[in-house]
C-alpha cells in the first residue's frame, strides 16, 4: 500500500482505480457520470476497444479512473494495467442474468490476481434504475464477500440514471477518499 501511495505516477496523476467488468454493463458510462460529469459523452457510448481515462479529486484526494474494456477477446489486456492499482470498481448488469456466472468468473479471476492483492474491491450492481431479481443481486453479493474474504470491500447499486444512483456512486467515491485519510 505505502509503495502505491508514494509512487512517482501516483502523485502525479493521482490514485489509479480501475473500472472492470463484462461488456455492455455501463463503464464507460459511469466513467463520464463521475463528476464532473459529461452528459453528452455518457449518451454517446460506442464499445471500448482499449481504454478511457478520467481524473477525479474528490474529498481533495486526485484519482485517475481506468474504464477497460470489457470485451470478452479484450479482457486477458487487463492484466496491463493492474500494477500500482489502488482500487477495482467491478460494475455488473444484475438484468443481464444470462451472464452473471460470466461476471462471477471474471472477478474471480482478478480476485486471484497476485498483483491486486493490495487493491480494495468494490462491487458495483449497476444499472439500478431496472428492475432486477433481488435473488440475482443477492447471489452476486455472496459470491463477492466469498471472494474477498477480509479484504476491504464495499458493495453499492449505482445508476447513472437516477439521483439514488448516483449518490450510490457518490459513496463510492467517499469510500475511496476516506480510504486515504487514515
Ligand atoms: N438503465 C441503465 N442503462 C445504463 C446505465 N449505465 C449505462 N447504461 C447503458 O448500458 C449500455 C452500455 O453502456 P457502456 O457504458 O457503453 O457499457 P460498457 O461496455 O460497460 O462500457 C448503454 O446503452 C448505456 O446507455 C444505467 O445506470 N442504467
Ligand atoms: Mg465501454
Same mark, same amino acid.
Not at 450492481?125 to 435473488?135: A, I, M, T
Given at each position: 500500500?505505502?509503495?502505491?501511495? +508514494? +509512487?512517482? &505516477?501516483?502523485?502525479?496523476?493521482?490514485?489509479?482505480?480501475?473500472?472492470?467488468?463484462?461488456?455492455?454493463?455501463?463503464? %464507460?458510462?459511469?466513467?463520464?457520470?463521475?463528476?464532473?460529469?459529461?452528459?453528452? #459523452?455518457? $449518451?454517446?457510448?460506442? #464499445?471500448?476497444?482499449?481504454?478511457?481515462?478520467? $481524473?477525479?479529486?474528490? /474529498?481533495?484526494?486526485?484519482?485517475?479512473? &481506468?474504464?477497460?474494456?470489457?470485451? /470478452? =477477446?479484450?479482457?486477458?489486456? &487487463?492484466? !496491463?494495467? !493492474?500494477?500500482?492499482?489502488?482500487?477495482?470498481?467491478?460494475?455488473?448488469?444484475? %438484468?443481464?442474468?444470462?451472464?452473471?456466472?460470466?461476471?462471477?468468473?471474471?472477478?474471480?479471476?482478478?480476485?486471484?490476481?497476485?498483483?491486486?492483492?493490495? *487493491?480494495? !474491491?468494490?462491487?458495483?450492481? /449497476?444499472?439500478?434504475?431496472?428492475?432486477?431479481?433481488?435473488?440475482?443481486?443477492?447471489?452476486?453479493?455472496?459470491?463477492?464477500?466469498?471472494?474477498? =474474504?477480509?479484504?476491504?470491500?464495499?458493495?453499492?447499486? %449505482?445508476?447513472?440514471?437516477?439521483? $439514488? =444512483?448516483?449518490?450510490?456512486?457518490?459513496?463510492?467515491?467517499? &469510500?475511496? *477518499?476516506?480510504?486515504?485519510?487514515?
Amino acid at each position: 500500500m505505502g509503495t502505491v501511495l +508514494s +509512487s512517482p &505516477w501516483t502523485k502525479s496523476k493521482g490514485l489509479k482505480v480501475l473500472i472492470v467488468g463484462l461488456d455492455f454493463v455501463g463503464k %464507460t458510462v459511469l466513467l463520464h457520470t463521475l463528476p464532473p460529469s459529461d452528459p453528452e #459523452a455518457a $449518451q454517446q457510448t460506442i #464499445a471500448t476497444k482499449g481504454y478511457n481515462t478520467k $481524473q477525479v479529486t474528490h /474529498h481533495d484526494k486526485r484519482f485517475m479512473f &481506468w474504464d477497460l474494456s470489457g470485451c /470478452h =477477446g479484450l479482457r486477458l489486456h &487487463w492484466r !496491463f494495467y !493492474f500494477e500500482n492499482a489502488h482500487a477495482v470498481l467491478f460494475v455488473v448488469d444484475p %438484468t443481464d442474468t444470462a451472464r452473471i456466472a460470466e461476471a462471477q468468473s471474471e472477478l474471480a479471476r482478478l480476485a486471484a490476481e497476485p498483483q491486486l492483492a493490495n *487493491a480494495r !474491491f468494490a462491487l458495483l450492481l /449497476h444499472k439500478s434504475d431496472l428492475p432486477v431479481d433481488e435473488r440475482v443481486n443477492q447471489e452476486m453479493s455472496a459470491k463477492f464477500a466469498e471472494l474477498m =474474504g477480509s479484504r476491504p470491500r464495499l458493495v453499492e447499486h %449505482t445508476s447513472c440514471k437516477t439521483e $439514488q =444512483g448516483k449518490r450510490a456512486l457518490g459513496r463510492v467515491l467517499d &469510500w475511496l *477518499a476516506d480510504d486515504l485519510m487514515r
